[in-house]
């Protein structure tokens, strides 16, 4: 039986990254206004990426495979596509992607050499827009 609730919209977002990123990449660092501190996630053997900061907390391991996302987790696993959670057309590229609408957000996004910049808008209760820039950045290890 499958436990895990709602991917989060964060996961998602880590995975469209994940997809598009170069293929040489073993470390993603990602930045949201909330959070303190950066949180950091590295590819581990069997291709999964987990995060490497979560101070005693079981982590779930996200694996990409194409469009394909499943989430493991010490309470089950489930498997979303990501043109379907995003609403894009089958067939989309997802790095030729520049904006995408889901949960009442829009999120555009921009590209860097080194990561993706996701800039969410919504509108609060209060009819008032909030906006947050959430910052990836990936890295491979020196050899």
């Known amino acids: 039986?499958?436990?895990v609730s709602e991917i989060s919209s964060l996961a998602l977002l880590i995975a469209m990254a994940i997809n598009i990123m170069p293929a040489d990449i073993d470390t993603i660092?990602?930045?949201?206004?909330?959070?303190?501190?950066?949180m950091s996630f590295s590819l581990l053997k069997d291709g999964g990426w987990a995060?490497?900061?979560?101070?005693?907390?079981?982590?779930?391991?996200?694996y990409v495979d194409g469009t394909q996302l499943t989430v493991?987790?010490?309470?089950?696993?489930?498997?979303?596509?990501?043109?379907?959670?995003?609403?894009l057309e089958e067939g989309t590229k997802?790095?030729?992607v520049t904006k995408i609408e889901f949960r009442r957000r829009t999120v555009t996004i921009?590209?860097?050499?080194?990561?993706?910049?996701?800039?969410?808008?919504?509108?609060?209760?209060d009819g008032n827009e909030e906006a947050v820039v959430i910052e990836m950045r990936w890295s491979k290890k020196a050899e």
Do not use: R
């Not at 660092?29 to 950066?38: G, H, L, N, Q, R």
């Not at 995060?51 to 996200?62: C, F, N, R, S, Y």
């Open 94 to 96: 997802l790095g030729d």
């Open 29 to 38: 660092t990602v930045s949201v206004p909330d959070k303190e501190e950066a």
């Open 72 to 87: 493991k987790h010490s309470d089950g696993e489930q498997t979303v596509d990501l043109l379907e959670e995003f609403c």
């Open 1 to 3: 039986m499958n436990m």
């Open 51 to 62: 995060p490497t900061d979560l101070k005693g907390q079981e982590p779930a391991v996200l």
């Open 110 to 125: 921009k590209k860097h050499k080194d990561g993706i910049d996701y800039v969410t808008k919504w509108v609060k209760e």
